[in-house]
């Protein structure tokens, strides 16, 4: 019997993570070590192996080297960030997390797997500082390094000494706007999604956009993430390179807006500028409601949505959180490596909605 490569997926419960997972075991090429402080949940009916660990300690990463000794390949998709999501990325101390909570998964592998080939690193558009200012249209990846402080330069440095003392290949990817279905993540907007319609149907509210002006940029479903990474993974064109990864269209929020209304059922309203997270903080309880009399997977706001809702903040382009200017990158180098899928993006959020509807995160109201 020929011996499955073993991939490693760390940060598994993630929202590209638990994708990852999900599409390994789909791909039947794999053993799957998923690594994460939750178990990631996903469909499928192949079992994989679910490493339970907090990655800022070291002593209980070491302990549980033993069962990472078979790693072939790794996906690096965890991610520490704090309360309040954006005002940590320019903190010192959220970066040093960062890259300290790599730096003892890595240190570890190389000493207790040795048949370690290849390692995945997951970025973003913050490597172009679109955070912080206006970037090129497209910013494309042989750009010179955008010179800010970010845990993705201190990941990436690390990843690139270490790979060129043991002859490691490695690929990283910067993806934008990552819609998927993982719940209590730091910036999944599905979730948010769903209970915004769900409290704002409950109070008697139209389902109106909540966010300021109009903003067309792109997105990148979880799936093509997993998929991406896999490829990259065996890929010889992908070794030590560097690629954007979006679905290939574009969207704003206004006119992609029904279509969201019409998949969580809501009743489109005028827009209605706000802070989606202090609404949904403030209605909590209202969500408790919902979930009760749905008979929904009891998870509290702070559960369903992880910081996701100060990410729908940012992205609604509310108020002041951050200066309005394009922010597109360039997808031509990852097709001409020969990865070419591509989603729809509308058929994305419809999708994870749906998803979570299903696994009973979501109310449905067609069941309801």
Known sequence: MVELPTLLVAGASGVVGSATVEQALQDTDWDVVALSRRAPVVRGDREFTHVSVDLRDAEAVSVVAEQLSGV??????????????VGGWTEADQMATNDLMFGNLIETLFTSAPALEHVSLMQGTKAYGAHLHPIPVPARENAARDEHANFYFLQEDRLRRVA???????TILRP??????AVGAAMNLVPVLGAYAAVCRELGEPFGFPGGVSYVWEATDARLCAQALLWAAEEPAAACQ???????????????????????G?????????????????????????????????LSLDQLVGESDHYADLCFNLGELGEVFPRFVSGIKIRQAGFTPCFDTEASVRHWLARLQEDGVLPDPARS
Do not use: C, M
């Open 72 to 85: 072939t390949h790794l996906v690096y998709a965890a991610l520490f960030e704090k309360p309040g999501l």
């Open 164 to 170: 060129e003392s043991n002859g490691l290949r490695w």
């Open 176 to 181: 934008q706007v990552v819609l998927g279905g």
């Open 242 to 264: 560097i690629f954007n990864v979006t679905n290939g269209d574009v969207f704003e929020w206004r006119n992609l807006w029904p279509a969201i209304a019409d998949a969580l």
């Open 266 to 298: 809501a009743e489109p309203g005028p827009d209605s500028p706000r802070g989606v997270a202090e609404f949904l903080r403030a209605h909590s309880q209202v969500w408790d409601d919902v979930v009760r009399r749905n008979r929904l997977v009891p």
